[in-house]
């Protein structure tokens, strides 16, 4: 299972960004789906999932700002990032669970300046 990520970049404080992380199996719909990040010198964080039926869930720091979704026709998930903050700055992994093993993309980069 091979994981692409993109969409990445720089963005002023309360600018947006969409990630997107395309998953190479069509077995995508059965996958549960999420997003983590690390920022220099932290340990990764998660920051949002989605289970296979479309619940998600997410870390109380970005709730209300970030949006994950999926379209299961392009076996793709999205991080729609909303009011950006600085403390948003870090390398952005997706990630994939299906029957109990992980599957992890290379990180886009999120730079936030103030």
């Known amino acids: 299972v091979q994981l692409q990520a993109s969409g990445g970049g720089v963005v002023q404080a309360g600018g947006s960004l969409r990630l997107s992380c395309t998953v190479s199996?069509?077995?995508?719909?059965?996958?549960?789906m999420g997003w983590s990040r690390q920022a220099p010198g932290k340990e990764r964080e998660w920051v949002a999932g989605?289970?296979?039926?479309?619940?998600?869930n997410y870390v109380d720091s970005v709730k209300g700002r970030f949006t994950i979704s999926r379209d299961n026709a392009k076996n793709t998930v999205y991080l729609q990032m909303n009011s950006l903050q600085p403390e948003d700055t870090a390398v952005y992994y997706c990630?994939?669970?299906?029957?109990?093993?992980?599957?992890w993309g290379q990180g886009t980069q999120v730079t936030v300046s103030s």
């Open positions: 990630n994939a669970l299906l029957a109990g093993s992980w599957y």
């Open positions: 199996r069509s077995i995508f719909r059965l996958m549960s």
């Open positions: 989605i289970t296979s039926e479309g619940s998600t």
